[in-house]
């Protein structure tokens, strides 16, 4: 590693050493290979707890000082559980000049504060004034979620589609009125979002990789002694923070994987492989969003590799990736990438697994949720919050709503999971429910029981162009288990009875009866492992058509 002297200068202020000859020894020891476990030790000082979640998020900006390999991290939680506290603490480590905290910003204000005015010239002698905002290896913090217009302008810069993306927007002048301005944003940024809202747009969901800070009782506790030493002596708690050797060390690390000037991470095609094959790992199949989770998976993978440069093979601005770092990658991916893959944050990924533990099979009304939440977090939760997660719970599939039997006034809310596919066949793999509307089945979607005829596909003369063939029935118009018809023309079009958003287009005959489900909830019912087989139009529904 070579160091120049305003490098060796600014390492120094760091105090990481007091001299030339200590300097040069802790040059030396910078390099030294760093551990997932060690990273851990090290941001443990200020961050308690959240082990992975603190790992992600260093690992994630770290990624920043690469040509394209950025990655997007959203933390979704309540209130007061530190989900801005841990990025604005990892921010430390990085140079200040790279990275962006804001509070909030409209679309406007954001290109207007961060952008530069310049003027081009055309060959044809026409000027014409571009406002460019420069992203690229920048960390951008949103301490809460910006304006909604804002986020739909950055989603081709969030998922990399260009790395230059020009905006058109319309500013209010005293001398013109309104105004029409372009605006060209530079990437690639890590972009971090803190976020109370956990039912974020399925885009932005995509483009991020999910996190919540964990609210368990040890991790309360050893942040309140935290909070003591912080608040009762704020001058002396900073200066040894500041000073800290283990703090000073990462930070100098930082700086000198910068300075590496490392470009490009490479993953060999040997490993390539393995990692498809623990990627496919009790995989049964592929849902499009695996595209992007795995893109984040290689992520935390090339940034385990980065963080130990000096101990990676290298060619030009090129490190090359080996096992320990394919293994760092899945070990950090598995522990999130249930919720992520759901498309849910782990926070309520939590609250779903506590209604399962609860194992009510008639479901819950808001009120018996409260009750629930209040018994199982040990705190209240507000009529709204509780309806908005249990809404967010239903959209994601976990959780289906029904009328109370009771009084019809009520939503009932039932368990009616599916498992992220990862983990192959579980007990989130099953229908549970007493009304009329869902019928249980034991062991899972009764297509479980005939793996033989998964693959079997039939090509349809005329009609859709893949079916399913049962092992049972082959294509008829007669009803059998799992048997799909569209929604003829002379049946009203109704809200899905499961998730409540979305139009009825299908019919699914199950458990004996005729199920009406939207086109998404009758994908989630094919990922579960259902195997659908689907039925043309009789004669006389076509001719009313």
Request: aromatic share 8%; hydrophobic share 40%.
């Amino acid at each position: 590693m070579i160091f120049n002297e305003l490098q060796r200068i600014e390492i120094e202020a760091m105090g990481l050493a007091s001299s030339k000859t200590e300097l040069a020894e802790k040059l030396k020891a910078l390099e030294k290979p760093l551990t997932i476990e060690e990273l851990q030790k090290i941001l443990d000082t200020t961050i308690k707890s959240d082990s992975a979640n603190k790992v992600i998020t260093f690992l994630g900006m770290l990624l920043t000082y690469t040509d394209c390999e950025q990655i997007n991290l959203g933390f979704l939680a309540e209130s007061s559980t530190g989900k801005s506290y841990i990025p604005l603490e990892i921010s430390w480590y990085f140079p200040p000049e790279d990275v962006m905290k804001l509070g909030y910003a409209s679309p406007t204000a954001f290109f207007h504060d961060w952008g530069k005015i310049q003027t081009l010239e055309s060959f044809e002698g026409l000027r014409e004034a571009k406002i460019f905002v420069d992203l690229a290896n920048k960390i951008l913090i949103f301490l809460d979620m910006p304006h909604p217009g804002l986020l739909e302008r950055l989603r081709p810069l969030l998922s990399h589609d260009e790395r230059e993306i020009e905006v058109r927007i319309t500013d209010r002048t005293q001398k013109y009125g309104m105004k029409t301005k372009t605006v060209v944003v530079r990437g690639f940024p890590t972009v971090v979002f803190c976020s109370a809202n956990e039912g974020l747009n399925e885009q932005e969901q995509t483009r991020l990789l999910l996190l919540s800070p964990e609210k368990t009782q040890e991790k309360l506790w050893e942040a309140l002694l935290l909070k003591l030493e912080r608040e009762g002596d704020r001058q002396a708690f900073s200066r040894y923070m500041e000073s800290e050797p283990s703090r000073c060390f990462l930070r100098a690390r930082v700086q000198a994987i910068k300075s590496a000037n490392v470009k490009h991470i490479v993953i060999p095609e040997d490993l390539r492989r393995e990692v498809l094959k623990k990627f496919m790992e009790g995989r049964k199949w592929l849902l499009p969003r695996n595209l992007r989770d795995v893109s984040r998976l290689l992520g935390l993978i090339k940034a385990h590799a980065l963080l130990n440069l000096w101990h990676r093979e290298r060619h030009g601005d090129t490190i090359i990736v080996n096992m320990e770092d394919v293994e760092a990658g899945f070990k950090l991916y598995r522990s999130v990438a249930e919720a992520n893959e759901l498309g849910i944050a782990p926070e309520l990924l939590e609250v779903y697994k506590a209604i399962e533990a609860d194992g009510k099979e008639d479901g819950y009304t808001i009120t018996e949720f409260q009750q629930l939440y209040m018994k199982t977090f040990h705190k209240p939760i507000g009529y709204d919050k509780a309806r908005k997660m249990l809404v967010t719970l239903a959209s994601a599939g976990l959780l289906a709503e029904d009328v109370d039997s009771k009084d019809k006034r009520r939503t009932r809310y039932l368990r009616l999971g599916v498992k992220a596919n990862f983990h192959g066949p579980s007990s989130l793999c099953t229908l549970v429910n007493t009304s009329n509307n869902v019928v249980s089945e034991e062991g899972g979607f009764k297509a479980e029981i005939e793996k033989e005829a998964q693959n079997n596909w039939i090509e349809g003369a005329g009609k859709s162009p893949l079916f399913y063939s049962h092992p049972k029935s082959q294509i008829s118009l007669e009803a059998s288990e799992g048997a799909v018809r569209a929604l003829s023309p002379s049946e009203s079009a109704e809200k899905c009875e499961v998730c409540g958003l979305r139009a009825v287009e299908w019919k699914v005959y199950f458990g004996g009866q005729w199920l009406k489900r939207c086109s998404q909830c009758l994908e989630r019912m094919k990922a579960s492992g259902l195997k659908l087989h689907y039925l043309p139009f009789t004669e006389s529904e076509t001719n009313e058509a």
